[in-house]
């Protein structure tokens, strides 16, 4: 939930929904909304595999997914879960042993399509593993493999078909008496996704996977995801995010935190308030932005900054920051310190002085909230 009592018109109210648990992490209720993403190497590459899961959880990842092909991977998986330091998510499609198997090996869920993987009979056989284990599931549905029948009822791909679909897959779980489970309905087209998730939002209360599938590279990504699912954490629906982009999974991890971050549902880290420049800064915004971006990384505690390059708008912003800096003229500019001006420093001080105030922010913040 965000509520801001002074400001009512930032209030996001999230929709009701049960909660499960990925592992550690709960899922859904009033839970923090969990931010996911999925590894991009050979799953039998365990080093790699291992590497690339400790980088997604270094950058905050809650929840990471591998993908199960094979026998192979399936005992891949048991070595990389002993080594991960989030819960892990396998995914699986066609071969209903590939999901025993993962939930044998520690998996913390399991993402398939019941429907997907063979008879009832086989349904109970995952079904019984996954409750053995203590895995929950995800009902993957996507716009690009909806079932024959669905296609041939609507026509093409669409959203009823896509909660139709969902539901179905919801249906098979509750009849063998499983509940631990969420859902996903994800298109590439950002209309069907939204309506697709609007209208299952209505007709059940499980917890809610929100996802693009399938976004693009890193700025049409970016864009594309931050626009569907914008919207839809906007209009409350949505307890656990993966952005989908033809990139490193640390960047999905990020773009989905900065998307949490925009609403008020999530904060880690520095959150950056800059303007785009122009000829009245008085120093260099661009660069001063992208070292400071490097430089704060390793910063967690949730906090604001704001880089502004004259007093046009920088004194205004400065006031709502944690910590400020605005350009002036003669090579110096005015450091704000909680939203008051503080004192001035020259420009090429400013880069290293603004790390030390932003650590030392960090440091007090964490002290007031440590018992």
């Given at each position: 939930m965000?509520i801001?009592?002074v400001r009512?018109?930032?209030n ?5 929904s049960r ?6 992490v709960?899922?859904?209720g009033?839970a923090?909304?969990s931010v996911q993403?999925m590894?991009?190497?050979?799953t039998t590459?365990i ?9 997604a959880?270094?950058a905050g990842?809650d929840?990471?997914r591998?993908?199960?092909p094979?026998?192979d ?5 048991k070595?990389i ?5 989030v819960p892990?998510?396998?995914d699986?499609h066609?071969?209903?042993k590939r999901?025993i198997e993962?939930?044998?090996?520690g998996?913390a869920?399991?993402?398939i399509?019941?429907g997907n993987?063979g008879s009832?009979?086989?349904v109970r056989?995952v079904?019984?593993a996954a ?5 929950s599931i995800?009902i993957?549905?996507n716009a690009?493999?909806?079932e ?10 669409c959203?009823d078909?896509?909660?139709?679909s969902?539901?179905?897959h919801?249906?098979?779980l509750?009849?063998?008496d ?6 996903s309905?994800?298109?590439?087209d950002?209309?069907?996704a939204a309506?697709?998730?609007q ?5 059940t ?7 693009i599938t399938e976004a693009?590279?890193l700025t049409s990504g970016?864009?594309?995801s931050?626009i569907?699912?914008?919207?839809l ?14 990139a490193?999974p640390?960047?999905?991890?990020k773009?989905g935190f900065?998307i ?6 999530r ?6 308030i800059?303007c785009?420049s122009?000829a009245?800064?008085?120093f260099?915004v ?6 400071l971006e490097?430089r704060?990384e390793?910063i967690?505690?949730p906090?604001s900054?704001?880089?502004i ?16 800096f605005?350009?002036?003229?003669a090579?110096?500019?005015?450091v ?13 001080k400013?880069?290293d002085?603004?790390?030390e105030?932003v ?8 002290a007031?909230?440590?018992?």
């Open positions: 965000s801001n009592h009512p018109w930032r996001i109210y999230r929709r009701k909660q499960i648990m990925v592992g550690s709960p899922v859904g009033d923090p909304i993403t590894t991009n190497t050979v590459d080093k790699g595999t291992i590497a690339q899961v400790q980088a959880a270094e990842a929840i990471v591998i993908s199960v094979d026998q991977s399936s005992r891949a998986l070595e879960i002993k080594e991960s330091p892990i998510v396998a699986i066609f071969h209903y999901g993962a939930a044998e090996a998996a869920c399991l993402r399509n019941p993987i009832p009979d086989r056989e079904i019984k409750r053995d284990h203590n895995c995800r993957g549905v690009g493999s909806l024959k029948h669905l296609l041939e009822k609507y026509g093409e791909p959203p078909a896509m909660v139709e969902g539901l179905d919801i249906k098979i509750q009849d063998n499983f509940h631990e489970f969420k859902i309905v994800k298109a590439s950002v209309f069907m309506a697709a998730y209208s299952l939002a209505e007709v209360d499980a917890p809610i996977h929100l996802g693009g590279g970016t864009i594309k931050a569907g699912l914008g919207n954490l906007w209009m409350g629906i949505g307890d656990t995010i993966r952005v989908s982009l033809s490193d640390v960047q999905e991890v773009v900065e949490l971050k925009s609403l008020g549902l904060h880690r880290g520095v959150n950056i800059s785009p122009c009245r800064q008085g260099d661009i660069k001063t932005v992208e070292t490097k704060l390793h967690k505690t906090l900054l704001s880089i390059g004259c007093v046009v708008n920088g004194p205004g912003e400065a006031l709502m920051t944690d910590v400020g605005t350009g002036g003229g090579g110096h500019g005015m704000y310190w909680a939203g008051k001006q503080d004192h001035k420093i020259e420009n090429e400013m880069v002085h603004i790390v105030l650590e030392k922010r960090a440091s007090e913040i964490e007031a909230i440590t018992p």
